[in-house]
């Protein structure tokens, strides 16, 4: 059973950076390097939202919402996936998750909370 930890969120002031880590365990059989993974979010009331896709081929894509201040990495060695996320604003505030893209419902994590505010 795969298992997803997300970390890294927080409090930030509009404007500021933060990194978020995904470590992905119990793959098993599937290489995380084989995996397509992304990043999700969802605000309170809100519909879920793919923020950044990084593919095996380590392609990445980006919703236009963050194309210039989101960054998705990978490092396969460490079975994890970052988000540097620069320029925050309080918009971008939500609960964030990695998961496999196309999702898998068993998949998810707690995700991590990230507050954009001054």
């Known amino acids: 059973q795969v298992q997803l930890a997300e970390s890294g969120g927080g409090l930030v002031q509009p404007g500021g950076s933060l990194r978020l880590s995904c470590l992905a365990s119990g793959t098993g059989f599937r290489s995380f390097n084989a995996m397509a993974m992304g990043w999700y979010r969802q605000a309170p009331g809100m519909r879920w939202e793919l923020v950044a896709v990084?593919?095996?081929?380590?392609?990445?894509n980006y919703a236009d919402f963050v194309k210039g201040r989101f960054t998705i990495a990978r490092d396969n060695a460490k079975n994890t996936l970052y988000l540097q996320m620069n320029s925050l604003k309080p918009e971008d505030t939500a609960v964030y998750y990695c998961n496999e893209v196309p999702y898998h419902d068993d998949y998810w994590g707690q995700g991590t909370q990230v507050t954009v505010s001054s």
């Open positions: 990084m593919y095996d081929d380590g392609k990445t």
